[in-house]
């Protein structure tokens, strides 16, 4: 007999697959301070994520930064956020690189290089916890406003 | 083609701000060393002779540019040593890809050049350790003997992604030429090495794939038609026959939290013409399938567990007619494999696998390793290792 712990599972699963991305410990998605854009839809940004769009919606280059698959923010930033686990990102981006299809997101070390790669940098999106954003200078880091529809 | 896309790159740079072009410059790359063990029957190299075989090794390499937001550039070289098979440096893919059409949640484009062929789950990444599901591909879905045929193609792809409520379409349809070391194939094939050498034609490849939009379940339909022509040699057997393969292969995963569960159908039309009096037409059905589960014990430790099986005939499983047509063991007409894996990734980079396979049956066995195959032997055992990083 199949136990009443792997139908709540499997519940849990379907479930998972239809729900909007809560905004409750989600990171903040952050861009450069040169880029214009201030706000972007959540479809936008799971198009840059999985690599399905490569340019801002003013048409400037895009450029995609990430920290590791295990990393908790990582994980936050993919479940919370994109609404996908971590596990779907992994397989589509190695997929793209090692199949000749497409490109990955560029991986960093940890939040304090993702935070520094983004300020200085001109085209960039990426992603930050908001301590470590509440601690920065006002305008070193583009904090974008994610519609969700 | 190689050339026309290095021309096409340099025009390119030579005309705009090379550090907009050189932004999007991306590379990639893996190094791969297994080892094999088993208590009969060779697996790269010579397994079971000594200490066992370091045979295969595999060290990938590619790079790839984006200059205009609808246009890339891929290419990557793969070396790989595989007992007496491989051991060279192939140019695994090198195409350029064209999204003529791009809303974001629909993508449709071509790729022209050398294009990775779309089967199953696993096979355009095959030969990426840290994408097959187990240092062995299971047997019947990924048929070692096809492999050169299975890797890529020169042609065209078209691709059709579209993005909805449930999750993501994935479409692909190829067309082209396939590699055309085939000679595993061929011995396979005639149960000896024929004089002439049988050639491969046209491919025809499509695949439907669909993901939901957490990524726990995938489904996927493959479709492959290849045709084969045999060039006869001097005071040869057979005249120039014709071989058709067409297959269809149904793919599905399912992720509960920590376990995965995947598994494939395969069955495979052999059309078989025109040979001569010496190798009557024919038609054999081959099918296959496998089951894994895979289960998350740490965030960094797997296991595994697979059943695989494969039959060359569907109508001769145990292989008696196979063996009385060729001479060779009846054992030579399937495979089923049990496994039991273990999968450590301790850093994103490494990882380290173990494999414990109980086969009976040898139809996947490489005739460069195993050159007489009345000497192999049903029931064997097969240990492998495996240590990777990729970059």
């Known amino acids: ?149 | 083609m190689f050339k026309g896309i290095l021309l096409l790159l340099t025009l390119y740079m030579s005309h705009s701000h090379a550090s907009s072009v050189f932004d999007s410059f991306q590379t990639h790359g893996f190094i791969n060393q297994g080892y094999f063990i088993s208590s009969s029957n060779n697996v790269y190299g010579k397994s079971s002779t000594g200490n066992g075989s370091l045979g295969l090794t595999e060290i990938g390499l590619n790079a790839s540019i984006r200059p205009f937001s609808q246009l890339s550039f891929a290419i990557q070289g793969i070396y790989r040593k595989a007992g007496a098979l491989n051991n060279d440096v192939r140019l695994d893919f090198a195409l350029l890809d064209w999204t003529f059409y791009n809303t974001g949640d629909i993508q449709a484009g071509i790729r022209l050049g050398r294009v990775k062929n779309p089967i199953g789950f696993f096979n355009e990444t095959r030969d990426m350790p840290f994408t097959r599901p187990s240092i062995y591909l299971p047997h019947g879905i990924y048929y070692e003997r096809l492999r050169n045929i299975y890797l890529s193609a020169d042609g065209a792809q078209f691709y059709f992604n579209q993005s909805t409520d449930i999750g993501e379409f994935d479409l692909k349809i190829s067309a082209g030429q396939p590699l055309d070391d085939i000679k595993e194939l061929e011995i396979a094939f005639f149960s000896f090495d024929a004089p002439g050498s049988l050639e491969p034609e046209d491919a025809y490849l499509a695949k439907l794939e669909y993901e939901n939009k957490s990524g726990a379940t995938r489904l996927a339909l493959s479709y492959v038609d290849i045709d084969l022509s045999y060039d006869p040699g001097t005071h040869d057997l057979f005249d120039d026959g014709d071989i058709t393969i067409k297959m269809l292969i149904l793919s599905a995963q399912q992720r509960i939290d920590d376990l995965t569960l995947t598994g494939a159908y395969l069955r495979q039309k052999s059309v078989v013409s025109n040979f001569g009096p010496f190798f009557p037409n024919s038609t054999p059905i081959s099918e296959s399938y496998y089951l894994q589960g895979q289960y998350q014990l740490t965030p960094t430790l797997q296991v595994g567990l697979r059943y695989d099986v494969a039959y060359l005939s569907k109508d001769d499983k145990d292989g008696a007619s196979y063996s009385a047509l060729t001479g060779k063991p009846k054992h030579s007409a399937f495979t089923k494999d049990s496994m039991l894996s273990l999968n450590w990734i301790p850093h994103n980079q490494w990882m380290l696998r173990a494999e414990y396979h109980r086969i009976n049956g040898t139809s996947f066995l490489s005739y460069a390793d195993n050159p007489m195959p009345n000497a192999s032997t049903k029931n064997w055992d097969l240990f492998a290792l495996q240590l990777s990083y990729r970059f």
């Open chain 1, 1 to 149: 007999m199949i136990s009443r712990t792997f139908y709540k599972q499997l519940i849990f699963i379907v479930l998972f697959s239809c729900i909007k991305p809560s905004i409750g410990f989600s990171a903040e998605i952050i861009a450069s301070p040169h880029v214009k854009t201030t706000t972007l839809s959540l479809e936008n940004l799971r198009h840059i994520f999985f690599m399905r769009r490569q340019e801002w919606p003013d048409g400037t280059p895009i450029k995609i930064y990430v920290l590791s698959d295990n990393n908790i923010l990582h994980k936050e930033f993919s479940k919370e956020n994109l609404g996908v686990f971590p596990y779907k990102l992994r397989r589509l981006w190695d997929r793209n690189v090692f199949s000749g299809t497409g490109q990955s997101p560029i991986l960093l070390k940890d939040e304090s290089e993702m935070i520094k790669v983004i300020s200085t940098s001109h085209r960039a999106i990426g992603y930050a916890s908001k301590e470590a954003i509440s601690n920065l200078n006002q305008g070193s880091v583009n904090v974008l406003f994610i519609k969700d529809k």
